[in-house]
């Protein structure tokens, strides 16, 4: 497609309850980026992927939490036994390179709401 | 990367040019200067990026002082749907965007 995509656009879970984030880039983009935005706040980076590789997971709150892209394409952000501070808008973001200059393009976020 | 300070809000009359500084007092020779945008319930939107000349694209010019430590994003012509929180980011070679709180830009009929 011509954007990030990322589904589902909204989420609602009971706290306790497991979910899973998906994410589409642009075809070819070798970099991923998952961000987390709490409310009134700027996006705060979770963790990046280059191709399939996991280089950098420093960001993600605590091991509830989880990525993964195993084809170096779709990745997945999956929390586990979700709490009501996951609440937030969890947003994707791609590029096609690891370096240079070239902006990021981000999709439209998941907002999540812990019940 | 350097740390940047925008202003918390800015008001703009629509038609009218939007100025938005930002400081970036530490910025580094290799770090260049990004700002993007977030329309309410959207993902960040690249606007532009540049390291020490002064960028324009289709959307705004950007403008950084010969010393590096400022810059101001100009909307030429703002209209309402320019109404955003707009974030000034300084990156190296770092792959991470960091954001601050950003400005949010109101623009009014």
């Known amino acids: 497609g011509a954007g990030v995509s990322q589904s589902p656009r909204y989420k609602v879970a009971k706290r306790g309850q497991d979910v899973a984030l998906r994410c589409d880039p642009i075809s070819g983009h070798v970099s991923l980026f998952w961000y987390q935005q709490a409310l009134g706040q700027g996006p705060e980076f979770l963790t990046y992927f280059q191709n399939e590789a996991q280089l950098d997971k420093s960001g993600l709150p605590s091991d509830r939490f989880f990525a993964e892209r195993p084809e170096g394409s779709v990745s997945t952000l999956k929390i586990q036994r979700t709490q009501q501070e996951d609440s937030a808008v969890y947003l994707c973001?791609?590029?096609?390179?690891?370096?240079?200059?070239?902006?990021?393009?981000f999709g439209s976020g998941t907002r999540l709401t812990v019940v | 990367d350097a740390k940047t300070t925008q202003p918390t809000s800015m008001d703009c009359a629509e038609g009218r040019a939007a100025n938005l500084p930002c400081n970036h007092s530490t910025i580094s020779g290799n770090e260049y200067v990004y700002w993007y945008r977030q329309i309410h319930s959207q993902g960040p939107q690249y606007i532009i990026h540049g390291l020490k000349n002064n960028e324009t694209n289709e959307m705004a010019s950007l403008i950084i002082t010969e010393d590096r430590k400022s810059s101001t994003l100009i909307l030429p012509h703002a209209t309402l749907r320019d109404t955003a929180v707009y974030y000034c980011i300084v990156r190296g070679s770092n792959y991470k965007l960091t954001f601050g709180k950003g400005t949010l830009l109101t623009v009014n009929p």
């Open positions: 973001a791609s590029r096609p390179t690891t370096g240079g200059e070239g902006g990021y393009t």
